[in-house]
Each structure stands twice: as structure tokens, then as C-alpha cells.
């Protein structure tokens, strides 16, 4: 007999939260649906609030792994990864149904400490990207102004999921990204003109609190750094070919984690070799092992 996964029991209970309900969803039926008894449920989950809150880390994680290979594709313009960003966010939160559990529920204030510090934990780390994208783009000097942005962006694509209804075609992603990155430049226009005074609405946290620079930002700046670099150096083509093909070996291997792995540490000493490019990898281990 197949073994039923976590993963399984997620995805079945997403099905039934979207056609049913969170509230009207039993632990029978999403032990029914993933092919168990309700006795085996409780293998995996101590409740369905706990199933609950699996479900928004999952979601959260799956996020997370396609972002990372965005940020850190640094052959994409910063406008290119602000819009991929945006267009990976809405596949997986349709994919998941993440938008009708969303509204079947009352996740944001939750009475379950857990299930509030999920909620949390996805829309800081949804924030944080677009913070980070932001400052790429924009510059970081304009960063008090991004949280306000990111209000109306946030607020406006949850009143047009909840007039679309379920399906979401993958042009309409584009569609929507291309509009939402249209209203934010309009935004940042309108905030940075000299012509016009914004009064802050939305405070950033105080350097007090010591939220560090995103490590995520970090190792794109040296990854892009070290890319311009071999661009300058004075090499045959083919020398030089082969330095963007370690580079890229080395992008990919930190998009699936940013971890100093044994791998990384053989491409990172090979590019040390090049006087130029020493230092960078010296911040790179840095950045990785912090």
C-alpha cells in the first residue's frame, strides 16, 4: 500500500476547505480524501488546526523555492524580477487555493496563536521580497515609501481575487503583473515628486529593532557583481565563457539553498582564482555562513 505523505493530506484538505469551507470541513473527510482512516490522520496531525497551519507553511515554503530562483537570477533586470515575483506569488496562491481558504477562514487575528504566527510568517516573508525587489529597483533611498506601496498593491489584489472567483488563467497573471507594476510605478512617481509632499502612513520598522539586510539581497548584489566583473575581465571569449558557466552553477546551486555546501565551496574556490573576483567570494562565505 502507497504511503499517504503530508503533502498529500495538504493538498486534499485544500480541495475540501475551497469547495466546502474550513468550518465545514471534518477530519473524516480529509482523511477520506487523502485514502486513510480518521485514526491515521492523527499520525501526521494533532488536529485540523494543526493541519491548518501545516497548509499556510506549505504554501509558504513552495513560495519561497520558485522566489529564490528569481532573486537570485541575476541575467533578469530588477523590473523583470519585481514582475516574475509578482506573477509566481499569484500562480501559487491559485494553484493552492490558498485565496478561497483565505476567505473561508478567519486566518488574519486568528484566536490559534499558531495558525496567527503562520499568517504572519507568510505575509513578512511575501513583504520582505518585495521590499527587497523594490530597493533593487527603485533604490534604496526611497525605502520608507515602499511599505505604504505595498498596502495598496496587497489591498488591491485581494479585492480583484475576490471578484474574480476560482480560476485564473496564466495570461491573466501576466496581466495583472504588468498592471500592478504599471500602479507602482505610477505610485513611486507621484510620492518622489518634488511637487508633492506624502505623509508616511505606513512607518518601516526603527534600525532600533535590528532587522537585518535580506541574505537574500546580499548574494544577489555579489552574485551581480561578480557577473559585471567577468564581463570586464581581459580574457579570450572562450576563458570567459567558461567563467559565466561556473557562475551560473554557482546561481543555481544557491537557488535551491544558501548554504556554503560542498559544491559551492568547489565553485567558490575556483573563481577565487581570479584576483578580481577573490574578494567577492570572500563576502559571498560570509554572507552565507551568517
Known amino acids: 500500500m502507497k504511503k499517504i505523505t503530508s503533502e498529500e493530506i495538504i493538498q486534499a484538505a485544500l480541495s475540501l476547505f475551497s469547495e466546502k469551507g474550513y468550518e465545514a470541513t471534518s477530519v473524516d473527510e480529509i482523511a477520506r480524501q487523502s485514502g486513510m482512516v480518521k485514526a491515521s490522520f492523527y499520525k501526521y496531525f494533532k488536529s485540523k488546526e494543526e493541519l491548518l497551519q501545516g497548509t499556510i507553511a506549505?504554501?509558504?515554503?513552495?513560495?519561497?523555492?520558485?522566489?529564490?530562483?528569481?532573486?537570485?537570477?541575476?541575467?533578469?533586470?530588477?523590473?523583470?524580477?519585481?514582475?516574475?515575483?509578482?506573477i509566481i506569488a499569484l500562480e501559487r496562491v491559485y494553484q493552492s487555493k490558498m485565496h478561497l481558504l483565505i476567505f473561508s477562514v478567519p486566518l488574519l487575528g486568528s484566536t490559534d496563536e499558531r495558525?496567527?504566527?503562520?499568517?504572519?510568517?507568510?505575509?513578512?516573508?511575501?513583504?520582505?521580497?518585495?521590499?527587497?525587489?523594490?530597493?533593487n529597483l527603485y533604490g534604496e533611498e526611497w525605502s520608507d515609501y515602499y511599505y505604504d506601496i505595498i498596502f495598496v498593491i496587497k489591498s488591491m489584489l485581494i479585492s480583484y481575487v475576490r471578484m474574480n472567483g476560482v480560476e485564473f488563467r496564466a495570461s491573466e497573471h501576466q496581466m495583472l503583473a504588468d498592471f500592478v507594476m504599471s500602479i507602482t510605478d505610477i505610485l513611486m512617481q507621484g510620492m518622489t515628486s518634488p511637487d508633492h509632499h506624502h505623509?508616511?502612513?505606513?512607518?518601516?520598522?526603527?534600525?532600533?529593532?535590528?532587522?537585518p539586510r535580506n541574505q537574500w539581497q546580499q548574494v544577489d548584489s555579489i552574485l551581480q557583481r561578480m557577473h559585471d566583473t567577468i564581463g570586464k575581465l581581459n580574457l579570450q571569449d572562450a576563458d570567459k565563457h567558461d567563467y559565466f558557466s561556473i557562475l551560473e552553477k554557482l546561481q543555481a546551486e544557491l537557488a535551491g539553498t544558501l548554504n556554503e555546501t560542498a559544491h559551492v565551496k568547489a565553485l567558490l574556490l575556483f573563481l577565487g582564482q581570479v584576483a578580481e573576483l577573490r574578494e567577492c567570494c570572500q563576502k559571498l562565505k560570509i554572507v552565507l555562513n551568517s
Open 199 to 211: 505623509e508616511i502612513m505606513w512607518k518601516p520598522a526603527s534600525e532600533e529593532q535590528g532587522i
Open 58 to 86: 506549505f504554501v509558504q515554503e513552495d513560495m519561497e523555492k520558485e522566489l529564490e530562483k528569481v532573486y537570485l537570477n541575476f541575467r533578469l533586470s530588477p523590473r523583470e524580477k519585481l514582475t516574475q515575483f509578482y
Open 115 to 135: 495558525i496567527a504566527q503562520a499568517v504572519d510568517s507568510l505575509e513578512n516573508s511575501l513583504s520582505n521580497r518585495v521590499l527587497d525587489l523594490m530597493s
